[in-house]
């Protein structure tokens, strides 16, 4: 299934974790947040503790970005598109996919690239989407859909014979939602994305701790650092 390599390079404090628990209509999640939340801002790309954990993640994705010399990128599950607003540069071509109510927003704030809206919890058409994409970027996503087999058939589709998936997966002990729970504990995960034709290479730590809680028999690949880490971020080449 592949070895990884543990980046741990961090250099940053962050909270310990949110307190809320979200409760959301699929339909227009990123607008019903604010109400559910009761937040003053317009919806979670402006709460500070989400914008220190896009810059951490985009400052990791950007890395990646320049290594590899990626041009084309879509991002499944993007929202508004905060977080590849901080990835677009000059020549790079970037798709978001996400639902109505991440596409009103992104229309709003005039954001770059280019949105497709979508259906991502029950089927997911590619008909209209080419196939040579450098980079895929699944951020904080596939534990909130009923169809995460289909969508990672689809993204080896969606992807060039040499490019890459980044995956973001919540560790169990920070008390996430999950459709499927046992699918994200971590040597699942890394066999679940292996059969769908994905090896992993890296996997980079989360600023965010959750409470440290013994391996379970589904972690038993898993290193000791990543215990504690609030999700795993997990970088994978195609297993051709």
Known sequence: MGIYRIHSDIGLTFYKGEEHIHQFNNKNEWIDEKENLNIDEECRIDIPSWQFRYN?????????????????????????????QKLIHDNID???????????????????????????????????????????????????????????????????????????VPNWRMGHTFIYRGLFDFDNFIYFAHTHGFDITTVYESPLKCDEYPKISSESEMDDRLITSWNWYMLFDINK
């Open 56 to 84: 951490y993640e985009a400052n990791l994705l950007n890395d990646i970005i320049e290594k590899n010399n990626f041009k084309k990128i879509i991002e499944l599950g993007s929202g508004p598109g905060e977080l590849g």
């Open 94 to 168: 970037y798709t978001f996919i996400d639902q109505q109510g991440a596409y009103k927003i992104f229309i709003e704030r005039k954001f770059k690239g280019k949105f497709k809206v979508k259906d991502l919890s029950n089927s997911f058409d590619i008909s209209d989407l080419d196939n040579d994409y450098d980079f895929l970027i699944t951020n904080d996503f596939l534990e909130h859909i009923y169809n995460p087999s289909i969508i990672m058939q689809n993204c080896y589709k969606l992807l060039k014979p040499k490019g890459k998936l980044f995956v973001s």
